[in-house]
């Protein structure tokens, strides 16, 4: 397993840009792939972005043009850079883990670890 831990999230006008980041432990950490996902209230978790192990990158479409996700695997860390935010955004925002290295899948099932969430708002 591998524990991870997001910060970074906070409060941020429409138009405006955050930077999420999740540090995860272990010396395993360079062989999963990493995603991030969002939770609005009232609705399901959903994918948001995805890096594989050497960096093979997946996009949901509403966040394609305006959120990266990159790696750092040297400190065992993953970031979302988000800009132009809108208030759709507003969720909470989860990192997790797929132990299938390789993978850029956008289904949250197949990630076995997740971190505690850090809240994003967006005000209009």
């Known amino acids: 397993q591998v524990q991870l831990v997001e910060s970074g999230g906070g409060l ?28 609005a209230p009232g609705k399901e978790r959903e994918f948001v972005a995805v890096i594989s192990s050497w960096g093979r990158i997946n996009y949901a479409d509403s966040v394609k043009g305006r959120f990266t ?3 750092d695997n040297a400190k065992n860390t993953v970031y979302l850079q988000m800009n132009s935010l ?12 797929d132990r299938r290295g390789g993978s850029v899948s956008t289904s949250a099932d197949t990630f076995e670890s997740w971190g505690q969430g850090t809240q994003v708002t967006v005000s209009s």
């Open 86 to 97: 809108k208030p759709e955004d507003t969720a909470v925002y989860y990192c997790a883990a």
């Open 69 to 71: 996700i990159s790696r």
């Open 12 to 39: 941020v006008q429409a138009g405006g840009s955050l930077r999420l980041s999740c540090a995860g432990s272990g010396r395993t950490f360079a062989n999963y792939a990493m995603g991030w996902f969002r939770q």
